[in-house]
């Protein structure tokens, strides 16, 4: 389960002129990575992504083996070049050989958006030692390995660098995701200082629930309820923030951990 699987989208020589993003964890069109893809396209970025179907397999919503070209689709409609691979992340191996292809097909590359994740909900005293492992495998530490090869890897302009997490403060009966994903957030803010030779912003988005297929209905009527807006938070919300990030304008914004979630616990 360490291979890649490409799906070429369409190459318009060496340099499209357009700043490249690789985004992960697209596996569904349902998702805030999806938004993601496809709002930068829009904003003007050509769009690498990454995918795991093996992981939608497990979950409640199942797999969806269109997405990936759907979202290729998407992306080339706005005049964006695009270069899906499913990768298996919990291989050390993979964020190099990730960064080497996107590289070869598309350039260099200037944002990461790390919307990967492993999920299974368990506590303290249900969790396995494997998930446990694979959660911070999947979560903490190929954060670390993709970061790492960005910042090994970087060529863009100081100051047009981006690397953007999206993480969760789940932690009682979500054990091994929120722990991770807290690592992940240690991570993602240690690269501000890190990478600061490189001119490379750094922030993690907290979300919050976020309606992408996982809900149940008296869980999307709690959540609402509790949220001042009065609405579930959907993955358009989370893609106009990242956007932000990535842009010049959300250039001084700079090792932040953002709640972005309606106001949900106020």
Known sequence: MSGEKHLEGRQDGEDSGRP?????????????AASVVVDLARDGWDVAFTYWTPYDARMQWGTEPEAPEELRKQVEALGARTYAIEADLSDPAVPARLFDGVERELGNVTALVL??????????????VES?????????????????????????????????SLTSDHTA??????????????ITLAATRELAHLGVTC??????????????????????RFTPLGRLGVPQDCANLVTFLCSAEGGWINGQLLRSNGGLGM
């Open 203 to 224: 922030n993690a988005i907290n979300p919050g629930p976020t309606d992408t297929g996982w809900m149940t209905e008296e869980q999307k009527t709690d959540t609402a």
């Open 20 to 32: 490249l993003a690789l985004v992960t964890g697209a596996g569904r069109t349902a998702g805030i």
């Open 115 to 128: 919307c990967h994740c492993e999920s299974v909900d368990s506590g303290l005293l249900d969790t396995t």
């Open 173 to 186: 009966g979500n054990l091994p995701y929120g722990a991770s994903k807290g690592a992940m957030d240690r």
């Open 132 to 164: 446990f492992d694979l959660h911070f495998a999947v979560n903490a530490r190929a954060t670390w390995l993709l970061i790492r090869e960005y910042g090994l890897r970087f060529r863009g302009r100081h100051g047009s660098g981006r690397i953007v």
